[in-house]
């Protein structure tokens, strides 16, 4: 069973973000695209892969509106989160499948039913949609498994973000708060990176991103400020149809954004002294250095002005900031043109 440590941990390191890959209904309701999607997380290198288990029956009314008409093939929005639903030993069998490939299974529960059902099936950790960070009883219900939740605020005010944080606690849960704005796709001037750090000063708990962007820079950006918890919208294609497509980022570019989150991450944990630094590349500063140099055959006795001397490659002779030293000092004896000049040559 995961614990708070194993938030944005996991075996990867202290430092170690966890990365969720969302599908919610980019499946469209076929169980083998959803299987499908399992690998194609796992091969992109995310720890996580995340659903959404809608039971129509339980959390809407016949009569629910559309947010947006996007689907020809559903009459009305309750007959489209029917055609989303899978049964339970159908999501056993996503969960089989998250295990064997080594992702974290979770889903979204958005009914009292659809807790029970998932508690059956096992997921590692609650992962609560905006829409239900309002629905204590809901969240008592999750928080009473003591697996950690994971609450994303797309649109939520402090106030109730501060109850679901209290409600869970309470039940001693770990909880972790993404920053979220609810808008697909979400524009720059609205991702809110700042409010990361609100939270986590505020909750004094592990914070992230959750991100509807269709891009993979805010969640770059939110590995620089050391988020522990990531997460978007997947799609095989932008051409796919589906609500979430326009804000969400493909497959490949899932693989990118883990590869960056874990380049960011290193270069983190492994801070630079800038003279260790500079002793360690010796030999390449002796190589694109500059050192004092003869323009032309010098005899011996030549009293050495500008004229004779120049800065050329490579940097293990006289360094180059002591060229006005070497002004007015006399050969020992004749030097060649294009000698790198020593302390030897000079008397």
Known sequence: MPTSSDIGRLSLGDDACLIIAEVAQAHDGSLGTAHAYIDA???????AVKFQTHIASAESTPGEPWRVKFSPQDETRYEYWQRMEFTESQWQGLKQHADEVGLWFLSSPFSSEAVELLTRVGVSVWKVASGEVGNLPMLRQMAQTQLPCILSTGMNPIEEIDAAV???????????????TTAYPCPPEKIGLNVMEQLRNRYE???????????????????TLQANVLEVHVTFSRETFGPDVPASVTTGELAQLVQGVRFIE?????????DA??????PLRDLFGKSVVTRCDLAAGTILSPEHLTLKKPGNGIPAKRLPEIFNRKLKAAVAADTLLAEDDLE
Do not use: F, W
């Open 41 to 47: 997380i796992a091969k992109a290198g995310a720890n």
């Open 166 to 180: 209290k409600t869970v606690r309470q039940h001693a849960a770990e909880v972790a708060v993404l920053q979220c």
């Open 205 to 223: 708990c592990p914070v992230g991103l959750s991100d509807h962007s269709g891009t993979i820079y805010p969640s770059l950006a939110a590995a």
């Open 266 to 274: 290193t270069m983190i944990a492994n801070p630079v002294n800038k």
């Open 277 to 282: 630094m500079a002793k360690e590349l010796t």
